[in-house]
């Protein structure tokens, strides 16, 4: 019973190719987050979701969008993927936008080539 | 804006040694304080946490003081064992204002036999 699920877990491709991650989480909460951690583990807020609306978009290029169907699933679509993308990109979720823990999914490790 | 500063690693420390990872913080509200841990090729999980000033967050023997005269949360264990091998990170998020959670940049333990 995976509390938060992400796919692919291993990304590899091309510059120039677009590509989308998938999350999913079954604790019933109302807001979920997109990170990105860089190759020294620096772990950088994205974006954040509350009831399917976007409340945190930090600097990041337009070439990243994310789509929130339903309260529990938010995806990552990345267009024209460039070299310094490659990353681990990390999904949370969290019971709302308050002082609330947040829980991980195992992450997707994209490369581009 | 809100910020967090974790002492740089790698740490690397025998078994039964004694661990401290500094952790400080500004922000522009009243935080509530994490510390979340990071195994490797995992995503991040909670290790504990704290929500108003003088609290202690305490598991699996890590502990932690929110201090608020000192904005600091430092991590401490009395006996560090090889499974606690890995990427501890400290974070804070104000409720009130901008909800965006804010992370250090990770602290790297390594524990030898």
């Known amino acids: 019973d995976t509390a938060v699920s992400q796919t692919p877990k291993y990304l590899v491709t091309q510059m120039g190719n677009d590509k989308s991650i998938k999350c999913e989480q079954n604790l019933g909460h109302d807001t979920m987050y997109w990170y990105k951690q860089d190759s020294k583990k620096f772990l950088k807020i994205m974006f954040s979701y509350n009831n399917k609306e976007l409340i945190i978009n930090e600097t990041v290029p337009n070439r990243f969008s994310p789509k929130s169907p339903d309260k529990a699933h938010l995806n990552l679509h990345i267009n024209s993927l460039e070299l310094g993308d490659s990353a681990v990109y990390f999904c949370?979720?969290?019971?709302?936008?308050?002082?609330?823990?947040?829980?991980f999914g195992p992450g997707t490790r994209l490369l581009v080539l | 804006g809100d910020s967090v500063t974790q002492m740089e690693g790698p740490v690397t420390l025998s078994e039964e040694a004694c661990l401290t990872i500094n952790c400080t913080y500004t922000a522009t509200g009243y935080p509530s304080l994490f510390w979340y841990v990071q195994y490797p090729g995992e995503g991040l999980q909670l290790l504990l946490k704290a929500t108003k000033a003088d609290d202690k967050g305490s598991n699996k023997g890590f502990e932690a003081t929110y201090r608020k005269e000192t904005t600091s949360f430092h991590l401490e264990k009395g006996s560090v064992q090889v499974s606690d091998s890995a990427v501890y990170f400290c974070a804070l998020i104000v409720s009130g204002g901008s909800y965006i959670p804010t992370f250090g940049r990770g602290t790297s333990l390594i524990v030898h036999p």
């Open positions: 949370a979720s969290s019971q709302d936008v308050g002082k609330r823990t947040q829980y």
